[in-house]
């Protein structure tokens, strides 16, 4: 595999070369700021521009040219990074090598991209009526289920108690309140900012000849590429008075513990990779700590796992518990952290939680887009991280940094969504 950055279309382009797929894979990504404001914003518009456009202006028109094209596929996802939000066009499509065809795949497919891009089916200054309120009917719905999916709901209730003025209490997904006001027109003043004034890259994965690609990418026109501030992972502090507990009431036969911790390191920290191993041990595999003592051993806990968001440097354990047993459950959580800190490590599961994320880095190799996302989260994160040097910082990670890292990890909120039956 050959990475090769160059300036292409008046932006960085991240080349990377290989001969382990029979796909091409090319993304677009705009990066733009992310705040409550814009979050519903973005969520929409992110489920409308991969529908239709000018040319191909329904569904099904779009879908029969890529179904021409060798079932060529196309996407845009909008995802942010503590205050940064990336918007990717992405395109998929059969190595031109492996088919016989009288047209030019990669001509046409990059057209393609650029169609979708920047030429949508607007009418009259807005988004076509008939599909934009459509996908706004749906968005709303996806909103509404989230009520629904008691996980999901009892982590969003967690983040708005946590942070409540915090980007953390953010959804990505969007609010009811935001997407009843947004209108096809000023949907499109969104989509004006965002290919106008919002900083590109683009990314190229495959088997070809580099020059040749970035000839074929010139289709795609110049892009912005004006210096931005853009606030990628978050570097404060939070001092932790004391530990907030909520509990929230419905007819359920599980209750759901959230329990969220801040934590002193980041994305780009050079402990990153002990937290990983930490997580992974503390909760984050089958074998974790928090598996053996509050389900195995104390039979507490039907599902328990700890999971990061290191860009925002939160930490939290989920568990799916039975009402009564929340206290000894936030007991044992507790306790086990404790133990982390004061150094009472178990060498063999951090083996094993070592073995486990090596396994999980080499298998990003098996994915395109696997790759990509990898090499373009280190770009924006200033670092010059690969595959092959994380592992070996996973693998070289110290007992004595994961006991660091656990010292800078302090409990701030806990959510529990508990039965009608609860008494506590």
């Known amino acids: 595999m050959q990475i090769t950055n160059l300036v292409t279309n008046n932006v960085e382009t991240t080349f990377i070369q290989t001969d382990k797929f029979k796909t091409i894979n090319i993304q677009v990504v ?24 000018k040319k191909y202006p329904s569904k099904k028109a779009l879908y029969n040219k890529l179904h021409d094209l060798y079932d060529m596929s196309v996407g845009v996802s909008t995802y942010p990074t503590y205050k940064t939000n990336m918007t990717t066009f992405s395109l998929n499509y059969v190595n031109p090598k492996y088919i016989k065809s009288d047209i030019n795949l990669h001509i046409e497919a990059i057209s393609l991209l650029k169609e979708i891009i920047y030429n949508q089916n607007i009418i009259n200054g807005g988004f076509e009526k008939k599909l934009f309120y459509e996908q706004k009917s749906i968005l709303a719905q996806n909103i509404k289920n989230v009520y629904n999916n008691k996980n999901r709901y009892a982590l969003r209730q967690l983040l708005n108690h946590m942070g409540k003025d915090e980007i953390i209490s953010v959804s990505v997904l969007g609010n009811l309140e935001d997407l009843e006001k947004i209108d096809e027109f000023s949907l499109y003043e969104t989509y004006q900012d965002l290919i106008t004034k919002e900083r590109a890259y683009i990314n190229v994965i495959g088997d070809f000849d580099t020059e040749e690609m970035q000839e074929y990418l010139k289709i795609l026109g110049d892009f912005n590429n004006e210096a931005a501030t853009y606030e990628v992972v978050s570097n404060e502090d939070k001092e932790i008075v004391e530990v907030k507990e909520y509990v929230e009431k419905q007819n359920l036969n599980q209750a759901k513990l959230m329990m969220g911790f801040r934590t002193k390191t980041n994305s780009i920290d050079p402990l990153y990779p002990a937290l990983l191993v930490f997580n992974a041990m503390f909760g984050g595999t089958f074998q974790s700590d928090l598996i053996r003592v ?13 999971q990061m968001i290191p860009d925002l440097k939160l930490l939290f354990v989920s568990a799916g518990i039975d009402s009564n047993n929340y206290k000894l459950t936030k007991e044992l959580v507790e306790k086990e952290l404790v133990n982390y800190q004061n150094g009472k490590l178990n060498l063999d599961n951090m083996r094993l ?22 090499y373009f989260r280190n770009k924006i994160y200033n670092q010059a991280e690969t595959l092959e040097s994380l592992l070996e910082k996973i693998t070289n990670v110290t007992e004595e940094q994961i006991v660091e890292v656990a010292k800078g990890i302090t409990l701030d909120t806990i959510f529990l969504l508990a039965g009608d039956n609860y008494e506590g």
């Open 30 to 53: 705009f990066l733009g700021h992310f705040n409550k404001d814009n979050a519903t914003k973005r969520s929409l518009l992110s489920r409308i521009l991969p529908l239709s456009t």
């Open 294 to 306: 509050v389900r195995e051993e104390n039979s507490l806990a039907y599902t328990i796992v700890s």
């Open 353 to 374: 939680a070592k073995d486990s994320l090596i396994n999980e880095l080499i298998e990003i190799e098996d994915s395109p887009n696997g790759i990509i996302n990898f």
